[in-house]
Every structure is written in C-alpha cells, then in structure tokens.
C-alpha cells in the first residue's frame, strides 16, 4: 500500500469520524442571525462589542498612548533586574508572528471579493478596535503571570483567569476562574495542534509544490510531503527545545523579514500603479457607505471587513498574552501597550495592503470571483502581484514558508504552557507535548484533516467568549495598572536615571 494511499485513508476516516462533530460544532460557534439583509455571525459581534468597550473604558488608548507604545517598544523604559525572558521587541515579534500569516494573504482577498472593496474600511476600524482589547488581556497576561524557579515564565488566560477571578470575588471567583482556565488551556492545546500546526505546514506546502512543478515536480510526491514534513519538524523541534528564548530569536528575525518582503512588494504594485490610488482609495471609501454588488449592502461590507479583522488579529482570543507574559517589566501595562500594536501591524498594515494591492492591481481574477466564481484567496493576491511581478509567485512562496514557520513555531509556545498547565511542568512531559508537536508538523505534509482544523478554529473562538468575560471583570485591575506605569513615566521623564537600579522596585507578583 502506498503512503498516498494510507494518507488519503486516514483522512476520510478522521472526516468520516469528526465532521458531524465540527459541523455541530460550527453552527453554534459561528451562529448568525440575519441582519439587514446578510448574517451577523454572533462571535463576531462580542469581538467588536468588547472592542468598542474596552476602547471607551480606557479613552481610545490605542489612539492616545500609540507613541509611549513605540517607545516602550524601543526599551526608551527598560528597567535593569526586571523579571521575564525576552524584550518588548522580541515578545511583540513573537506574538505578531502568531497572527500575522496566511490569513492576511488569502483571508484578505475573499474579504474584498465577497465584501468589495468597501470591506477594507472596516476591516482597519475593526483593528483599531482590537488594539484596545489586545491591550488589556496582555496587561492582564503579565500583572498574574507564574515566574518558575529556573527563571522561566508562564502567563496566559490559565493563569489571569483563576488568579484574577480569584482576588476580586474570593473563593467562588476562584473556582470559576479554574473551571475556566481548564477549558482555555484545552481549546488552546487543540488549536495549536491543528489551526497552529498542521494547516500552516500544509498550506506552505501547497503552495511550495504548486512553484515546483505542481504534482509532476520534485516535491509533488509522497516522498517529497514526507521530506518536507520532516525537515519542518526538525526546524521547529530543535527551536522549541530553547523555549521561549529561542522562539523569541528566531521571530524577532523572521517577523521583520518576512513583513518587509511582503510589504515592499505591496508597494512596488502601488508604486507602478500610483495614479490609481486615488481612485482606489475613494472605490474602498465609498465602498464603505455605498457597495454595489455585495449581500446586504453597507452593513454586509461592514460584516465582512470585521469578520476577517476578528480571525487575523486573534484580540480577544486569549493566545497572545501567552507570548506577551515572557517579557522583562517591572510593569504590566508597559507590556500592554505594546501589544496594542499587534493589532495595527497585522490588520491596519499588513491586511489593508493586501486589500490596496488587490484593488489597485484589479486582476481578472479578482473579477470573476466578484462575479460568484470560487477562485482561491492566494490566487487572487497571486495573480494581483503578477500583473506587475511576473515571477513574484516565487516571492510569495517565500513569504508563505516565513509566515508558515513563524506561526507554527508561536503557537508550539502557546500550546506548550498550555499542555504543562494541564498535564505538569515535568521534564517528561514537556518532552512528551515537544514529540507530539513536530509529528503534527510531518503529518501536515501528508494529511489535510480538514474537518479537525474546522474543529480547530471553532474551539479557538469558544475561547473568545471565555476570555472576554474575565477581561470585563477584570478590567478594573488593567485601569489600576496603566494609572501605576503611567506614573512611572512621568518619573523617567523628570529623572532619566529612575527605574534603572537593581533594587528600584520588587518583580512582578506572581501569586494572588
């Protein structure tokens, strides 16, 4: 028997097994409720609800403090003997490379060919308001994160939930936030499995095969999946194996490079183009308020736009603080701010230039997926990119494969904290959790398993509106905390050598 064979098999038997499950699944996850003429799927209104709260509640943060992020960002508030890891730059970097990904390449382009271009505005509201949210479950993420004897870290909603639950409303916040952080932990391990390993290893392969020759090439056959997989595996296994040290190198090298290859490609379209970006920029303006063609008018361009801004830029999600808590502060909201650009670049940059080169390039096949036809995502950007990069598939491959193994790398981390919150933090069972992770990345070479990825992101966005209700009861404690650094910035200001001793404050408590 072939391995295709054996692969093909194994496939339908997991379909056959799981998909009334996902499909259950998926209908109470992503249940929508018409609306003017279109469907509102319900997760993602809490998405944008919390959005719109968290911004008000803290004064359009996003907005206000956007430059003191920059600047804790390019440690202008480093403090000597802070508790953590890694830097702002490094933590930042590797919670971008958990959002930031294949996504913003394909998602992207279905938004604008189902919401037209109109959806590009909303999508980049739906951002801004993410910022806020991001901002307060990554301050929350390091103000209850656990510091380990051997000077590691772990954070994340298994530990702000029970812990902060915990010190507002007593024993019985205690229990909930427990109960709570279980199922986090779960939905979290399940995704990173599937969503966060085996669907980006096999997407980058697709598209790898598709450059080589397609199924005819070096790299079309089963053997070729199986080289693949392993040297994949081999890559992330022996990066994991560093911890959140290592992973934190590796993004804050690939992060960078893998934005500015995309990003300037993005502009050499709208360079050559540039006497269409005006017409451009009033086709997604008017598009906004006034879409032809698109179901539901106004409101199913808004739906559209906020829907992927929601699943590209995972605010509110609870993932991101798992990254985030790693950081040397002294000072969680610090680390806060910081994150609210995760947001800005994954949707506000990266999504919206997608979405410019995609409407100022208008390829045809933009066009016929306008029309109804089923055209693939990373067709359209493909094809939008080759109207003026003829060879620019190969680039495009090359970003895929950067986007591919930063996430997969990110969320090992997340999944890993995850496991050990579960199962221990023993030497045998972080071996166990590492040797699971990279059979997932071989296996993503050969097997699709596209129900249990369907699966994936449902429990992903299960965890939503777990999250969300701890960060409104919580939200108290992330306003106490950004009032604490923003006194401490007034006092660097007024004296540049405050905060810089070893002994200047206590680290971060890690205990209720």
């Not at 669907?199 to 080289?227: C, H, I, K, P, R």
């Amino acid at each position: 028997m072939s391995l295709d064979s054996v692969t093909q098999s194994v496939d339908e038997a997991v379909s056959g097994f799981f998909e009334p499950i996902a499909k259950w699944l998926g209908e109470v996850v992503f249940y929508t409720v018409p609306v003017g003429g279109t469907d509102l799927p319900l997760i993602v209104a809490w998405l944008v609800v919390a959005g719109l709260v968290f911004t008000g509640w803290f004064g359009l943060v996003q907005l206000r403090k956007f430059k003191l992020a920059v600047d804790v960002v390019r440690g202008k508030y480093d403090e000597k003997g802070s508790t953590g890891e890694v830097n702002h730059f490094q933590a930042l970097t590797a919670a971008v490379s958990g959002t930031v990904g294949l996504g913003n390449i394909a998602g992207v382009a279905v938004a604008v060919s189902i919401g037209g271009p109109g959806a590009t505005f909303w999508m980049i509201l739906c951002g801004l308001l993410g910022m806020a949210t991001k901002f307060v479950e990554v301050t929350l993420g390091v103000k209850y994160r656990e510091v380990h004897p051997d000077g590691t870290v772990s954070g994340g909603p298994m530990h702000y939930l029970p812990k902060g639950l915990a010190e507002r409303f007593g024993k019985n916040g205690k229990a909930l936030g427990k109960i709570l952080a279980a199922l986090a932990s779960f939905l979290i391990l399940f995704f990173g499995l599937f969503g966060g390993n085996l669907f980006q290893v096999n997407q980058s392969y697709a598209q790898l095969v598709s450059v080589t020759g397609g199924e005819d090439g070096a790299l079309g056959s089963s053997a070729g999946a199986l080289f693949f997989g392993i040297l994949i595996a081999a890559l992330v296994g022996i990066v994991l194996l560093g911890g959140i040290r290592s992973i934190a190198n590796v993004t804050s090298r690939l992060v960078p490079a893998m934005a500015v290859i995309y990003i300037v490609a993005c502009l050499v379209v709208i360079l050559v183009n540039i006497t269409a970006v005006p017409d451009a920029v009033a086709s997604i303006v008017e598009g906004a308020f006034n879409p032809e063609g698109v179901a539901g008018g106004v409101l199913g361009a808004l739906i559209i736009g906020f829907k992927r801004a929601a699943f590209s830029n995972e605010a509110g999600l609870g993932s991101a603080p798992i990254a985030h808590s790693a950081v040397k502060t002294k000072h969680p909201a610090s680390e806060g701010l910081v994150a609210l650009l995760e947001p800005f670049i994954d949707t506000v940059v990266v999504c919206t230039m997608t979405a410019l080169t995609i409407v100022i390039a208008n390829p045809a096949s933009w066009g016929e997926a306008r029309a109804g036809e089923d055209i693939g995502g990373v067709t359209i950007t493909s094809d939008a990119f080759e109207t003026v990069l003829p060879w620019f598939p190969y680039i495009l491959t090359v970003a895929v494969l950067l986007f591919a193994v930063s996430t997969v790398l990110t969320w090992g981390y997340y999944g890993l904290k995850s496991w050990t919150y579960l199962f221990g933090r023993s030497r045998a069972s972080e071996v166990t959790y590492k040797v699971v992770y990279t059979v997932f990345a071989v296996a993503g070479s050969l097997l699709t398993l596209q129900t249990l990825i369907d699966m994936a992101d449902a429990f992903l966005f299960t965890l939503a509106v777990i999250n969300i209700i701890g960060l409104y009861l919580l939200a108290p404690v992330v306003k106490r905390e950004l009032r604490t650094f923003l006194e401490f910035v007034r006092a660097r200001k007024a004296d540049p050598s405050a905060g810089n001793g070893d002994d200047d404050q206590e680290p971060v408590k890690t205990t209720v």
